[in-house]
């Protein structure tokens, strides 16, 4: 199926579909009320908000051998997003999961905001409108079977696929979605109530799994598009150096080199293998100009952040306090799939083949940039081998935009790990200072001082939240940096007076949302402070956050964690259990973990026990590798994984380099717990990283008597860097 381009088109196209194709009511009294802005109460709600207008714009159709296909505005990465929304798709129109098949829309236009991954969001605000346009594509099916059978619509049932009449008879959607497709009378339908369902809500295996494992999926390099041949890029030794000058008379003779091209972020160079192109682009000689900060590396930046930090409120003689400081540094996305695009630029038209995250973005940054009209651009959106964030940048898709349009031929890039490591994107350092005052057993204030590297949000997100101004609840004159700030970090607890603030320090460098952007950082911060807190008042970590969270939905997630975790159970010296809590995105966790840091210099997480709260859970089964995921990450990024600056560009180059866990370094005991569904959904895919980052923090302090306060914990430069 084509994706239009238009509205006008979209709906021309639903119209002429010779089998059924359907989208839910687009009038617009079928749209939902626009919330007040009291009623925006996190990042979610804001991109929920954004989408509203364009959020029954989804394309469903029932082919002639019966089955269910959906085009979802929105990236796989590895969440699992597509096997949740055939599960709501199945729910609603009473097929097997396996009979549909959801694929991933090409940048589409005419969705506006409609068509952005991230902030935990995408089962959110879909959950609504995908399920009104199962239950219109069901209704349409039955409404064609009792026209044919000359019966009434509300004597029909669904089963397995079919049209179900009271004496029995049948009729696959198969065979009515072309008399379906031509019916012109209005039909109403209402999803199912939460009651009802028997596919939500029970785990189920990955749609594409046996793809994935037995390497049959198609990723972005495994694409065979005419003429795309392979292509990398020599890039400069600092961040955002650009080319002085180039001799490339050495790689030109090489064998199977076939073009080289100067682009905006270095020397391109494209050959018959990927191993031909990167031997040809190491015998480049280039001359470089200077990057953006290349005298920056880590300790000149920690100094900027601690000049950056804002004061806090209270003064230190005025109560009883305790303080508390903090560091944390770059890290890298590191998908395992790196950075990658496939680009087919002409005089007049262009396409372009990659995992993004927000390709209405991508499509009109290209389409800018290679001077074309965007509707000569046609960008298509591939399944993505992780993200983390990354993938909400475009820059693969851009640069081989460029360099095909140098070269005059199609360009299949990939960016080394090399590359993606030390040009890619990186969550930004911060320094955190946090003090709280308390008296009489009570917490009084709570200040929280956040000096951060400036994160980019320049992917789509930023032109979301000017569009959803008037509705932000602090204000619509915030930069972007500070309402994603207030909208996802919360102290979920009963602390008084408090404050949250951040202050960025705007260095040229390529920073990007990572994992729970300043949630992982912010919210582990403050859980260690929690746990210092309870010991300086006398009580009990689990006790003392028992006491002091504000819901009842939240203490039975840590009651549950507790009891499951067998928390304060005595252990050998050495070990020691650390407990953790976090609630975003309208979900809530708990996380307790139990480490042997018998060595302090090589600790390791023996255990893990997770509770979480998601509101209605689509796929238990999917939450759970959440959860785990968000916990291997805690665990990484805790420990040992960063990355280095010196002098203007990562030191890290590779796995080897960027400590991330392996196998070794999990822990062999994980229990996750789902709760009972409990009303709507809410957001899964980064709730994980904060609580295990502050119950990893905690049981290490527990087990040394060491109070971590930089991180990772063990950092030391234990390898030989790459050449630059």
């Excluded at 952005?116 to 879909?126: A, F, K």
């Excluded at 594409?208 to 390497?215: I, K, L, N």
């Excluded at 390529?510 to 309870?534: F, K, P, Q």
């Excluded at 939905?553 to 650390?578: H, I, S, Y």
């Amino acid at each position: 199926m084509a994706t239009p381009t238009t509205r006008r088109g979209f709906l021309t196209f639903l119209v002429a579909a010779p089998t059924l194709t359907v989208a839910t009511n687009l009038t617009a009294d079928a749209l939902p009320s626009l919330p007040a802005p009291a009623e925006i109460t996190d990042l979610g709600d804001l991109l929920i908000l954004a989408g509203t207008p364009t959020a029954n714009m989804l394309v469903l159709e029932v082919t002639p051998d019966g089955e269910v296909r959906f085009q979802l505005p929105r990236a796989e990465v590895g969440q699992g997003i597509t096997t949740a929304v055939a599960m709501l798709v199945a729910e609603e129109m009473d097929v097997p999961v396996s009979d549909v098949r959801v694929s991933l829309s090409d940048a589409r236009a005419e969705l506006l905001f409609n068509q952005l991954t991230g902030g935990s969001n995408t089962i959110r605000s879909v959950y609504g409108p995908v399920r009104r346009t199962a239950a219109a594509a069901r209704a349409r099916l039955v409404a064609a079977a009792a026209q044919q059978w000359k019966a009434q619509s509300a004597t029909l049932s669904t089963r397995d696929g079919s049209v179900v009449a009271p004496d029995g008879r049948t009729a696959t959607f198969g065979d009515l979605t072309a008399a379906a497709a031509k019916l012109t009378s209005t039909i109403t339908a209402q999803p199912k109530s939460e009651e009802q369902h028997r596919v939500v809500g029970t785990s189920q295996p990955r749609v594409d799994a046996r793809a994935m494992v037995t390497g049959q999926m198609r990723y972005t390099l495994d694409l065979d598009v005419p003429g795309a041949m392979p292509t990398v890029v020599r890039r400069p030794p600092t961040i955002n150096g650009s080319v002085r000058t180039v001799d490339d008379s050495a790689a030109k003779a090489m064998p199977g080199v076939i073009a080289i091209a100067v682009v905006p972020t270095g020397v391109a160079v494209m050959a018959e293998t990927f191993g031909q192109a990167i031997a040809a682009k190491d015998a480049l000689e280039v001359t470089w100009n200077r990057g953006t900060v290349d005298e920056l590396s880590d300790a000149d930046i920690k100094a900027k952040l601690r000049a950056a930090t804002l004061p806090f409120v209270v003064p230190p003689l005025l109560t009883q306090h305790i303080d508390g400081e903090f560091d944390f540094a770059f890290v890298s996305h590191a998908p395992l799939e790196t950075n990658s695009a496939i680009a087919d630029v002409r005089a007049d038209r262009a396409e372009i083949w990659a995992g993004l995250k927000s390709p209405i973005v991508a499509k009109q940054t290209i389409a800018a940039a290679l001077g074309l009209p965007q509707d000569s651009v046609t960008v298509h959106v591939t399944q993505g081998g992780g993200s983390f964030g990354r993938r909400l940048f475009f820059d693969a898709a851009l640069e081989a935009a460029q360099i095909s349009k140098a070269m005059r031929r199609p360009v299949k890039l990939m960016w080394t790990r090399v590359d993606d490591m030390r040009h890619g994107r990186a969550r930004s350092a911060s320094h955190h200072k946090i003090r709280a005052t308390y008296a009489l057993g009570q917490v009084l204030t709570f200040e929280h001082r956040v000096a951060s590297v400036e994160t980019d949000f320049r992917h789509g997100l930023g032109e979301i939240l000017t569009a959803t101004a008037a509705h932000l609840p602090v204000g619509g004159n915030l930069s972007f940096a500070q309402t994603v700030f207030l909208t996802t970090v919360k102290v979920p607890y009963h602390f008084g007076v408090v404050t949250q603030l951040l202050n960025e320090v705007p260095l040229r460098m390529h920073t990007g949302s990572w994992r729970s952007v300043y949630s992982a950082n912010t919210r582990g911060a403050e859980e260690i402070m929690v746990d210092e807190l309870a010991a300086r008042l006398g009580k009990d970590p689990v006790a003392f956050r028992r006491e002091t969270l504000k819901t009842d939905r939240q203490r039975a997630v840590l009651d549950k964690v507790a009891a499951a975790g067998e928390w304060g159970r005595t252990m050998p010296q050495g070990f020691a259990q650390g407990v953790g809590f976090h609630d975003e995105y309208k979900s809530c966790t708990a996380c307790l973990v139990e480490m042997d840091a018998r060595d302090p210099k090589n600790p390791r997480v023996i255990k893990a026990v997770i509770a979480v709260d998601v509101g209605r859970p689509i796929n238990p089964l999917g939450v759970r590798a959440q959860m785990l995921g968000g916990l291997t990450d805690a665990i990484s990024t805790t420990l040992r994984a960063g990355l280095h600056i010196e002098k203007g560009l990562p030191l890290e180059g590779s796995y080897s380099q960027f400590h991330y866990a392996r196998q070794k370094d999990s822990p062999p005991q994980v229990e996750i717990h789902v709760m009972p569904a409990n009303g709507e959904p809410g957001g899964a895919g980064e709730l994980g990283v904060p609580a295990a980052v502050g119950a990893i923090a905690n049981a290490y302090a527990r087990a040394t008597g060491i109070k971590p306060r930089s991180f990772p914990i063990t950092f030391p430069v234990d390898f030989d860097p790459f050449p630059r």
